[in-house]
């Protein structure tokens, strides 16, 4: 039977217990699951193949070594908190929703398209701890470091400490889940609640105490709470049930089936939440994203690694290399790895959940032409990356082991940093210029109307500010129908609106960035129209930089010439 096994470190030193942990991620372990013939998840058996070279304990380990992982993990953390960027369109959009009122965030949510459980914590926790960006963003952070203890116990249910040990590492230093900590969305929840439900089906499955049936069913329905492609997570989940519960016998089938019935009662409290889901399934889309295809596979678990960048290139051969070995390889000794085309039974599960969901996301949006962001591929973070940490269990040789597993860490850091020193968005320039010259009465001007949240964040409340296409205040993007507003909208119109309310007497600021989709070549027009009017003076004040900012934006300032 699986089940996590706590040890007491006999030590009283703080190097005794450092030490002891860095000893069962580098050195073999009595591993429980994924020998010849194991049924998977929910059972136990010895490995022949990856036998233990040592007990866990018996190796000495040099403190350098046992310091420089523990300040790995430390570093990790503090990278967690550390991003000093202005929050960008979505972050600021989910701040200024979730200030509302509680009872107000669901109808909010209707014109933004998203759940609604991140957002009615991240509002408790705003009123706890303020709206700052390193208050709104520190909720994510807690999140993902919560997520590390979560995936050791993971990892070493499904393989020993060794593997907990080795997705702890992973996880801390991947740029992915740094970068996603360090975001005021719901991804990182979404991370945590995907690690605890792993345990809790782990646990059910092994033995359907009345705490693990409940917590699987409760998370379940969290997590559908919390962000749409969960429905998938479930939907794979739920099916490779069916399948083990369909060949399993006896306290396994039973306990298949318990687990099933908790996801499935799970899944019945997200009802209430059917008729908003429906509507925004109907009316807000992301007419910005790309459309799903199935390189996107590939694009996400190399987004894990930190994207396109040369680190991250690297990190990414890593994790698809040992993905690969875990599902189909076994070490016969240091130098030798064999692989078996009908996988192995225990990494089956993981391989199942974790790119079988992403296979069934994809798919369904390639058929329905629906959007497709690497974010979304927050639900399988935890499953792949267990099956890359489940990877290591091939490289017999402590030398090797290491030596991967360094390079990882060292690529992981090196993608994650920069998440520290790059700006997002350049809604602080742009702000800090309008600040230092706006007057009672004058106009602040938005096109499109996704740079209204970033910026408005940072000016005083005062100030009188307007959106194209809508005419709404900027606080939140309506997302309903949102393609079809922007091509039936008039730019002739809006310049007019504009004119009318600087009424000769009052300075329009107009803050526009060109190239977003289904706007063609309207914020443009809207500047060269205003610039054309000769009752004003036309200066540009900032200029758009796309190569520092995610969310580039320009500044321009119409003065009136002759104020009345």
């Given at each position: 039977?699986?089940?996590?096994?706590?040890?007491?470190?006999?030590?009283?030193?703080?190097?005794?217990?450092?030490?002891?942990?860095v000893?069962?991620?580098?050195?073999?372990?009595?591993?429980?699951?994924?020998g010849?013939?194991?049924?998977?998840?929910?059972?136990?058996?010895?490995?022949?193949?990856?036998?233990?070279?040592?007990?866990?304990?018996?190796?000495?380990?040099?403190?350098?070594?046992?310091?420089?992982?523990?300040?790995?993990?430390?570093?990790?953390?503090?990278?967690?908190?550390?991003?000093?960027?202005?929050?960008?369109?979505?972050?600021?959009?989910?701040?200024?929703?979730s200030?509302?009122?509680?009872?107000?965030?669901?109808?909010?949510?209707?014109?933004?398209?998203?759940?609604?459980?991140f957002?009615?914590?991240?509002?408790?926790w705003?009123?706890?701890?303020?709206?700052?960006?390193?208050?709104?963003?520190?909720?994510?952070?807690?999140?993902?470091?919560?997520?590390?203890?979560?995936?050791?116990?993971?990892?070493?249910?499904?393989?020993?400490?060794?593997?907990?040990?080795?997705?702890?590492?992973?996880v801390?230093?991947?740029?992915?889940?740094?970068?996603?900590?360090?975001e005021?969305?719901?991804?990182?929840?979404?991370?945590f609640?995907?690690?605890?439900?792993?345990?809790?089906?782990?646990?059910?499955?092994?033995?359907?105490?009345?705490?693990?049936?409940?917590?699987?069913?409760v998370?379940?329905?969290?997590?559908?709470?919390?962000?749409?492609?969960s429905?998938?997570?479930?939907?794979?989940?739920?099916?490779?049930?069916?399948?083990?519960?369909?060949?399993?016998?006896g306290?396994?089938?039973?306990?298949?089936?318990?687990a099933?019935?908790?996801?499935?009662?799970?899944?019945?409290?997200?009802?209430?939440?059917?008729?908003?889901?429906?509507?925004?399934?109907?009316?807000?889309?992301?007419?910005?994203?790309?459309?799903?295809?199935?390189?996107?596979?590939?694009?996400?678990?190399?987004?894990?690694?930190?994207?396109g960048t040369?680190?991250?290139?690297?990190?990414?051969?890593?994790?698809?290399?040992?993905?690969?070995?875990?599902?189909?390889?076994?070490?016969?000794?240091?130098?030798?790895?064999?692989?078996?085309?009908?996988?192995?039974?225990?990494?089956?599960?993981?391989?199942?959940?974790g790119?079988?969901?992403?296979?069934?996301?994809?798919?369904?949006?390639?058929?329905?032409?629906?959007?497709?962001?690497?974010r979304?591929?927050?639900?399988?973070?935890?499953?792949?990356?267990?099956?890359v940490?489940?990877?290591?269990?091939?490289?017999?040789?402590?030398?090797?082991?290491?030596?991967?597993?360094a390079?990882?860490?060292?690529?992981?850091?090196?993608?994650?940093?920069?998440?520290?020193?790059?700006?997002?968005?350049?809604?602080?320039?742009?702000?800090?210029?309008?600040?230092?010259?706006?007057?009672a009465?004058?106009?602040?001007?938005?096109?499109?109307?996704?740079?209204?949240?970033?910026?408005?964040?940072?000016?005083?409340?005062?100030?009188?500010?307007?959106?194209?296409?809508?005419?709404?205040?900027?606080?939140?993007?309506?997302?309903?129908?949102y393609?079809?507003?922007?091509?039936?909208?008039?730019?002739?119109?809006?310049?007019?609106?504009?004119?009318?309310?600087?009424?000769?007497?009052?300075?329009?600021?107009?803050?526009?960035?060109?190239?977003?989709?289904?706007?063609?070549s309207?914020?443009?027009?809207?500047?060269?129209?205003?610039?054309?009017?000769?009752?004003?003076?036309?200066?540009?004040?900032?200029?758009?930089?796309?190569?520092?900012?995610?969310?580039?934006?320009?500044?321009?300032?119409?003065?009136?010439?002759?104020?009345?």
């Open positions: 039977m699986i089940g996590a096994r706590w040890r007491v470190v006999g030590a009283n030193d703080l190097r005794s217990v450092v030490c002891a942990a000893t069962s991620l580098t050195t073999e372990a009595p591993r429980p699951a994924g010849p013939g194991s049924p998977g998840i929910g059972t136990s058996s010895a490995d022949p193949t990856t036998a233990p070279k040592s007990p866990i304990g018996r190796r000495d380990v040099p403190l350098w070594l046992a310091v420089l992982a523990a300040s790995v993990i430390v570093a990790a953390i503090v990278l967690r908190f550390w991003t000093r960027s202005n929050l960008w369109l979505d972050e600021a959009q989910t701040v200024n929703i200030r509302l009122a509680v009872g107000q965030i669901p109808h909010a949510l209707r014109q933004d398209g998203a759940p609604p459980l957002y009615v914590l991240l509002h408790y705003m009123a706890a701890f303020g709206t700052g960006n390193l208050a709104v963003r520190s909720l994510s952070g807690l999140f993902s470091v919560a997520t590390l203890p979560l995936v050791w116990l993971g990892g070493r249910r499904l393989g020993g400490a060794r593997v907990g040990w080795a997705a702890v590492m992973i801390a230093t991947s740029p992915f889940a740094v970068y996603y900590a360090t005021a969305r719901m991804y990182a929840l979404v991370t609640l995907t690690a605890v439900g792993l345990l809790a089906l782990l646990s059910v499955l092994a033995k359907p105490r009345p705490v693990a049936v409940i917590g699987l069913g998370v379940t329905g969290l997590l559908l709470y919390s962000h749409y492609w429905f998938y997570l479930v939907a794979v989940t739920g099916l490779w049930l069916c399948w083990r519960a369909w060949h399993a016998k306290d396994a089938r039973r306990a298949t089936v318990v099933i019935g908790s996801i499935v009662v799970g899944s019945l409290t997200f009802l209430p939440w059917v008729p908003a889901f429906l509507f925004q399934a109907r009316h807000t889309g992301t007419p910005w994203a790309t459309p799903a295809n199935f390189s996107a596979m590939v694009h996400a678990v190399a987004k894990f690694a930190g994207g040369t680190q991250g290139r690297a990190l990414a051969l890593a994790f698809f290399t040992l993905a690969l070995i875990g599902v189909f390889g076994a070490a016969i000794d240091d130098r030798r790895i064999e692989l078996d085309l009908k996988t192995r039974p225990a990494a089956r599960p993981l391989a199942i959940i790119f079988g969901t992403l296979f069934v996301a994809i798919a369904a949006g390639y058929v329905s032409h629906s959007a497709f962001s690497s979304y591929t927050s639900v399988v973070f935890v499953p792949i990356v267990l099956l940490a489940w990877g290591t269990r091939s490289l017999r040789s402590d030398t090797l082991r290491r030596s991967v597993l390079a990882m860490v060292l690529f992981g850091l090196a993608g994650a940093i920069p998440n520290i020193t790059t700006n997002r968005t350049q809604s602080g320039q742009v702000a800090a210029a309008i600040r230092a010259h706006v007057q009465g004058d106009v602040v001007a938005y096109c499109p109307d996704q740079l209204g949240p970033s910026t408005s964040r940072l000016l005083p409340q005062s100030v009188d500010q307007i959106t194209f296409p809508r005419r709404t205040p900027p606080q939140i993007v309506d997302w309903i129908d393609a079809k507003v922007n091509e039936a909208a008039s730019v002739a119109s809006f310049v007019h609106l504009l004119e009318r309310q600087a009424a000769g007497a009052h300075t329009i600021w107009m803050v526009w960035a060109p190239g977003y989709a289904t706007y063609g309207d914020c443009e027009q809207i500047t060269a129209d205003l610039q054309a009017d000769r009752a004003f003076r036309a200066v540009q004040v900032v200029n758009a930089h796309p190569a520092r900012y995610y969310e580039p934006m320009y500044l321009w300032r119409f003065t009136p010439l002759v104020r009345r």
